[in-house]
């Protein structure tokens, strides 16, 4: 566990999608210095999860653009930390091909992050930070729990308001890992979850949010917790965790 330094930013972001191009969903947690939290998320009918990853980082950054303090920015998104970090400054020298010689894809977002980055001056650098995804960090698995909301069409309401009132606890930050070259297609769907499941004390759940599976496996020792994308893999899951899926009940 870390600890976020004073007068620093705090961010989370993610993004989901249902198909590819189909309806998805962003949203980003900020911590300002003066330890206020804003929730943000957002719709879009047609797009891919990598653009929800981008817009989610992007409306993130703006949100404190006048804001100069360093920032702290997590996100499980390798293609949005690689390609804000590294890629970009190729593409633009490639006059925005691939190294195959192909268009690169979302030109029009990558061009606001630049834009938005080099804005914040020397003052105010941002540390992107890797989390893995569905690992129990709770800023990342609430941001996953906004997105997907709005990729499915609805509105959750979202928190504005002082830290002490905010019930996710976002200050229990992980060191963030080293990140993964992707290994994944860049332009692949992020799948949305059919479920959460967890495995306490000898019963067997599924849960129909992050939110509630995360209340059943919080300090909880021993406790297993795992995302599952459709009906079937609820099934794999449970054979993996060498249970039978038989004992799976729904959480009321």
Not at 61 to 85: C, K, M, N, R
Not at 147 to 153: C, I
Not at 214 to 224: D, F, I, L, M
Request: proline residues 6%; positive net charge.
């Amino acid at each position: 566990m870390e600890f976020l330094p004073p007068h620093h930013i705090l961010i989370y972001s993610d993004g989901a999608c249902s198909g590819n191009p189909g309806p998805g969903g962003w949203a980003s947690i900020v911590v300002t210095p003066d330890y206020m939290v804003t929730e943000l998320g957002g719709a879009e009918n047609a797009t891919t999860n990598n653009r929800m990853e981008m817009l989610s980082a992007l409306r993130g950054l703006e949100f404190v653009a006048g804001i100069e303090s360093p920032i702290w920015f997590y996100t499980d998104s390798t293609y949005l930390i690689h390609g804000i970090t590294k890629w970009v400054w190729g593409w633009q020298k490639r006059g925005w091909k691939s190294m195959n010689g192909n268009e690169v894809s979302n030109k029009d977002l990558w061009l606001r992050l630049i834009d938005v980055t080099k804005r914040r001056g020397p003052k105010s650098k941002i540390d992107w930070r890797y989390v893995r995804g569905h690992m129990g960090v709770a800023g990342n698995e609430r941001c996953d729990e906004i997105s997907v909301e709005y990729s499915k069409g609805r509105r959750p309401d979202l928190f504005a308001g002082p830290l002490t009132k905010y019930d996710v606890d976002v200050m229990n930050l992980p060191t963030p890992e080293e990140i993964p070259e992707p290994k994944f297609d860049r332009g692949a769907e992020k799948k949305v979850a059919h479920s959460y499941l967890s495995y306490v004390g000898g019963t067997l759940t599924r849960h129909a949010d992050w939110k509630s599976c995360e209340a059943a496996v919080k300090g909880r020792p021993g406790a297993k917790f795992k995302k599952s994308t459709s009906a079937q893999n609820e099934v794999e899951i449970v054979r993996e965790w060498g249970l039978d899926p038989a004992r799976l009940k729904t959480d009321k």
